[in-house]
Nanobody, 111 residues
């Protein structure tokens, strides 16, 4: 089991950027797959992207070229860098590892 805490959400204008953080309770996050998900109001939670234990990344088509996932092992933290944000990116963003979830952080993109 791993405890995850997301942070970095907020209100940003369309075209802007935000960096979300997913801090883990232990160093295991440096060697396991971590996924970023989001859930918009009235919609199902969807996968945004993920980073494997070896550092390989994969993204949903809707965010490819705009979002980047990275890992800082000494800080036990995984990041989601979001650029060129669109109003449709508005959602609560969650990270997931070993089937554990954080509480999420809200991202609101205004038009």
């Amino acid at each position: 089991q791993v405890q995850l805490v997301e942070s970095g959400g907020g209100l940003v204008q369309a075209g802007g950027s935000l960096r979300l953080s997913c801090a883990a309770s232990g160093s295991i996050i440096s060697i396991i797959a971590v996924g970023w998900y989001r859930q918009a109001p009235g919609k199902q939670r969807e996968l945004v992207g993920e980073i494997s234990g070896r550092g390989a990344t994969d993204y949903a088509d809707s965010v490819k070229g705009r979002f980047t996932i990275s890992r800082d092992n000494p800080k036990n933290t995984v990041y989601l860098q979001m650029n060129s944000l669109k109003p449709e990116d508005t959602a609560v963003y969650y990270c997931n590892a070993l089937n554990d979830w954080g509480k999420g952080t809200l991202v609101t993109v205004s038009s």
